[in-house]
């Protein structure tokens, strides 16, 4: 296995179905002010994807661009986590979603633009830019609805509830990241994680919600086993690919 | 304060008018010239952020990740645009969220083209070639217009748009100069947005009941069918280079004018798409009400949580 | 209008160091800081802005354009403000 490839792969699909997933809101944001963040967000994602996959690309060397990567893998061949291909269900849970993700990819791209690999270094460094943004705005929206009105701050539990299931996925680590690990190029994911806790925390308090006791967990991400809603998100993303195989646009 | 009577501020009003002095918000200005600005900025508003829909509809079957990225920013621009003009609208004392219950409940109205459904790729360039092309043709000389917010706010948005219909267009290059499939894909959409880019400069003249004051007031500066002819001489060339027909058996070239006369437009159908009878009035009306209407606990969140916060800080 | 509208709010961007905030247009936001952010994603797209100011519209407090003559007219007559109202003598530079 190429774990350089593994270890970029899952960066990128992060980044691609999290923006697949924000891109939806498009045309449909609560006002048109939060329509046009949502749409920055995506674009931000999409972008972050771009890089990673054509870096991905490169590192496995059998000619596959960013496109490629993106558009014609199989489902099983998706490493992102399981919280970002989850649906967007009411703006609470797009922005708890959010908030998640942005507290995990914060400390990891703080750790990750020092990684060995120069090129991973150079898309940490750019891409930390923008999430940091997009967790204020993510942590603003959670504290916002969390200690909103009675309705707000119980549509943001709920969410916290369906979701908090989905994080371990995110910290999920095996051999392709100790390898990585060792040779520089992946920061310590313990550290990424004790970071991401002290924001959730904090945020949490901030918001007057509540980590839900249950604490049962889901993974299979990052080895490409994934939820039902996966093959609708690559049925509406592979489409004109499979439908117009090797063409132009 | 000496009270002038109307006539000799309508006078004084069209005096500045004449003379290409921009009316500011707070200027005195006769109640039509405001109802009439507000009636058209909302409706310019409503088809931006209408029109984000059918574009929209493409965003995650994109072909590949530049034109996922490219449309992604062109939805947003509109978006952004409609946010302009609602501002526009606002400055003449016209409330956004009434002018978008309007839309909602079919008061306002709002540009045709945009209850014709997107059903292929190639729709996403025929909306950019000629849906931003028309729209193009008439937003420029809205830049010039008599209301200073409107203008400003216009010189934002073409400055803005210029990208939309080179992608569009771009995207129609591309289609027409591929495999057979996409070719056939290309002229498909040309055939079915052509007509109707068309209706978008509105009525023939003589049908016009707006224009002419319109352009006393310095709010228009064209006519509907001056705007249609100048869309038709330039986009026709466009089609010819890149291989495509237009849909129109009647269209000929006058060398000795150098300018295209073209069949009739089927304007049963436009006004029956107007009065709410096309294919996706339903859908795209049903789908802003539904996005106001899921984001009202959120916009009331949001109220209660700044007051609250707003209470702290003085506490 | 309904309770849950939000406040409108004016925008002010500097578009780079060494240049003031200058009036862009106007947003809704529940509060000052979703406003800052608010302007920053619908005014600055295009790298516009490098600062952003804003203030509730219901706070700006304006001329009224009906005294307009009285307020700037006294100033048209007042030329000798402005250097061409002065003879310099041919021959005479840096001034």
């Excluded at chain 1, 989905?166 to 910290?171: A, G, R, S």
């Excluded at chain 2, 008018?17 to 200005?29: H, Q």
């Excluded at chain 2, 330039?234 to 849909?247: D, F």
């Excluded at chain 3, 994603?41 to 005294?67: H, L, M, N, Q």
Aim: charged share 25%.
């Amino acid at each position: 296995m190429n774990t350089l490839f593994e270890y970029t792969i899952r960066l990128a699909d992060d980044s691609l179905i999290l923006g697949h997933r924000m891109s939806e809101w498009c045309g449909h944001g609560p006002i048109l002010e939060e329509d046009i963040a949502l749409t920055n967000i995506a674009l931000d994602l999409v972008g972050q994807a771009t890089s990673f996959l054509a870096y991905a690309g490169e590192t496995e060397g059998k000619k596959r661009d960013a496109d490629a990567l993106a558009f014609l893998r199989f489902d099983r061949e998706y490493k992102n986590a399981l919280l970002v291909e989850q649906p967007n269900g009411d703006f609470g849970m797009t922005m708890m979603r959010q908030f998640l993700f942005d507290a995990f990819r914060k400390p990891l791209f703080e750790r990750l633009q020092h990684s060995s690999d120069k090129q991973l270094a150079a898309i940490a460094e750019k891409s930390l830019k923008e999430t940091k943004y997009h967790l204020k705005h993510s942590s603003e929206w959670v504290i916002r609805l969390g200690d909103g009105t009675e309705e707000s701050n119980g549509r943001i539990q709920d969410a916290l509830n369906t979701l908090w299931r989905y994080t371990p996925d995110l910290f999920y680590a095996d051999e392709v990241d100790q390898e990585m690990q060792q040779q520089g190029i992946a920061p310590d994911m313990a550290a990424v994680y004790a970071d991401w806790n002290a924001t959730v925390q904090h945020v949490f308090q901030e918001a007057t919600i509540e980590i839900p006791s249950n604490n049962w967990k889901q993974t299979g991400g990052r080895k490409g086993l994934h939820s039902e809603h996966m093959g609708h998100i690559l049925a509406e993303l592979q489409y004109m690919q499979r439908a117009y195989p090797n063409m132009e646009w | 304060m000496k009270d002038f009577d109307t006539a000799e501020l309508e006078r004084k009003f069209q005096e500045k008018i004449d003379k290409d002095i921009k009316i500011e918000p707070k200027d005195w200005m006769p109640d039509d010239y405001r109802q009439t600005l507000i009636r058209q900025i909302s409706q310019h508003a409503h088809s931006e952020i209408v029109g984000m829909l059918p574009e929209g509809n493409w965003i995650t079957r994109a072909p590949n990740l530049r034109r996922k990225a490219v449309l992604l920013a062109k939805v947003q621009d509109e978006a952004g645009h409609g946010l302009y003009l609602y501002s526009a609208t606002e400055t003449l004392g016209a409330d956004r969220e009434q002018t978008i219950d309007d839309l909602h409940s079919g008061k306002a109205k709002y540009s045709s083209i945009f209850n014709y459904p997107t059903v292929s790729w190639a729709d996403m360039g025929a909306i950019g070639w000629l849906v931003d092309g028309a729209a193009i043709m008439n937003q420029v000389p809205l830049c010039r217009c008599s209301y200073g917010p409107y203008a400003r706010a216009m010189v934002r948005v073409c400055k803005e748009e210029s990208f939309h219909q080179r992608q569009g267009f771009e995207i129609m290059m591309q289609l027409a100069g591929g495999t057979p499939e996409q070719k056939a894909m290309a002229q498909d959409a040309l055939n079915r947005f052509w007509w109707p880019s068309l209706m978008m400069f509105g009525p023939n003249d003589a049908e016009s009941k707006h224009t002419a004051q319109s352009v006393k007031w310095k709010i228009k500066r064209h006519t509907n069918d001056e705007l249609r002819q100048q869309f038709v001489d330039v986009t026709v060339p466009q089609a010819e280079m890149i291989g495509l027909t237009i849909p129109d058996k009647d269209l000929k070239f006058n060398a000795e004018t150098g300018k295209y006369s073209y069949g009739e437009i089927d304007w049963t159908e436009f006004w029956e798409v107007v009065k709410g009878n096309g294919p996706c009035n339903k859908e795209r009306v049903d789908a802003r009400r539904k996005a106001k209407e899921n984001g009202e606990w959120v916009r009331e969140a949001a109220n209660a949580f700044a007051q609250k916060r707003a209470l702290k800080k003085s506490a | 209008m309904s309770k849950n509208e939000w406040p409108l709010w004016e925008v002010f961007i500097r578009s780079k160091q060494g240049l003031s905030h200058k009036h862009v247009g106007s947003l809704r936001a529940a509060d000052a800081q979703m406003a800052v952010e608010n302007a920053r994603d619908v005014y600055t797209r295009r790298s516009e802005g490098i600062s952003i100011w804003v203030i509730e519209s219901k706070d700006v407090y304006a001329s009224d354009p009906t005294e307009a003559d009285a307020l700037f007219e006294p100033a048209d007559s007042k030329v000798y403000r402005h250097p061409t109202f002065y003879d310099v003598p041919d021959g005479i530079s840096h001034m």
